[in-house]
């Protein structure tokens, strides 16, 4: 894997930074919050109008079948400027469509380009673990339906969208899981808004005899297992590429004040102190960066990527956290006020953190793939006395 960019990237990259940094301002995420659906829909349909979401769609469905190394690209961009629209619940069941969908479920791609569909996906349940083992939806075939029940939560820019990719269990064979497409007024299904510190339009699910066609669901080629395991990896991975983005941005804005911000007649960037400070989060940026795309790219190569997917957010989640405090503390007192547009980055690696799985969870993965050996060690295993 080539971790630098090439010609093709770099100008992917340029011209969709250029478009965000021109539209995207922090008065725009401000306003945004206190909306309803917490999107902005002007700025997602002129998103979706410069060809964005079609980046790493196959060609067949209307996409570029660039790999996914560029849309992990897009979602470091996405996370600098904090975009506030639906692009993670979007395109996380986009690419699982155009992998796994039917001609049918195929066609509504072409929604999604247009800007004109938005998507969400529920994972996490109750517990808000992000555990195959956690998901415990009850999904029963009745015919020709499947009638799920049972709660989801944190299920991101879910009032926003049209249709949410929906992870359940198999009632009749419960070693098996199952995704399947649902609409968002569907009878029987019910939402409650969340206030998450990101403030993007989180909500709790609760699936009441939700009755849909069998042909709703995701992956009639492909166990359902692996289709799971495909949307939270996906899931975690964009997670980790927008909380390096996010805490690039943060970086920026600290090395910039300790250029300018003065004490002791100096400038407090030649404080040792704060070189350290800087340099850590640096490294701790390159390292999420580094780690998400090499993640993105065994995916894209149909390699085994689930610990690399772990690595990443793992050490996203903790190293990225670190970055925007440290960014607060360079700024000082004012670096913790609300009114300060860094506290809107921080909201955001802080929610995102525990989105997509959290550091134990993930490092519980790393340490399986590591240790566990049949019949020597067990990992969560409770010690003989």
């Not at 996405?78 to 986009?94: D, E, F, K, N, R």
């Not at 469509?97 to 509504?108: A, K, W, Y």
């Not at 849909?212 to 590429?241: C, F, K």
């Not at 800087?278 to 085994?304: F, H, K, Y």
Request: proline fraction near 3%.
């Amino acid at each position: 894997m080539d971790i630098l960019l090439d010609d093709q990237e770099i100008q992917i990259k340029e011209a969709a930074s250029e478009f965000l940094a021109g539209e995207c301002s922090s008065a725009l995420v401000r306003q945004v919050e206190t909306d309803a659906l917490q999107y902005a829909p002007a700025l997602w349909t002129k998103f979706a109008e410069n060809g964005w979401l079609q980046l790493c769609l196959s060609e067949k469905n209307g996409g570029e079948a660039l790999p996914l190394t560029y849309l992990g690209l897009l979602f470091e961009l996405a996370g600098y400027h904090i975009a506030p629209i639906p692009l993670h619940s979007t395109m996380v069941p986009a690419m699982v469509i155009d992998r796994h969908g039917s001609p049918e479920q195929q066609q509504l791609l072409q929604g999604v380009l247009a800007g004109e569909l938005i998507l969400s996906h529920a994972v996490a349940e109750k517990n808000g673990r992000w555990t195959t083992d956690s998901i415990v939806l009850d999904g029963r075939v009745e015919g020709n339906e499947l009638v799920l029940n049972g709660v989801k939560s944190f299920v991101g820019s879910f009032r926003a969208s049209q249709l949410c990719l929906v992870l359940y269990r198999e009632a009749q064979a419960p070693h098996n899981l199952g995704a399947v497409l649902v609409s968002t007024n569907a009878q029987g299904l019910s939402s409650e808004a969340l206030v998450s510190m990101a403030k993007d339009g989180e909500a709790n699910l609760k699936f009441e005899n939700v009755r849909v066609p069998l042909t709703a669901r995701i992956g009639q080629s492909a166990s359902g297992n692996a289709v799971a395991h495909e949307v939270m990896d996906l899931s975690a991975v964009l997670y980790a590429s927008m909380m390096a983005g996010a805490g690039r941005r943060t970086l920026d804005m600290a090395v910039a004040h300790a250029k300018q911000r003065e004490a002791f007649g100096q400038p407090i960037g030649a404080f040792q102190a704060i070189q350290h400070l800087c340099a850590n989060m640096v490294n701790a940026i390159d390292g999420t960066t580094m780690l998400s795309r090499e993640a993105l790219w065994r995916m894209d190569q149909q390699l085994p990527c689930r610990v690399n997917v772990a690595q990443a957010k793992s050490f996203g989640n903790e190293q990225c956290m670190m970055v925007v405090r440290s960014a607060q503390q360079i700024h000082g007192g004012m670096g913790f006020i609300r009114d300060f547009d860094l506290n809107l980055w921080y909201r955001r690696v802080a929610s995102w953190s525990l989105r997509g799985g959290t550091a134990a969870e993930h490092r519980r993965t790393i340490a399986a793939a590591l240790l566990d050996q049949p019949g020597k060690v067990r990992i969560g295993a409770i010690p003989q006395q």
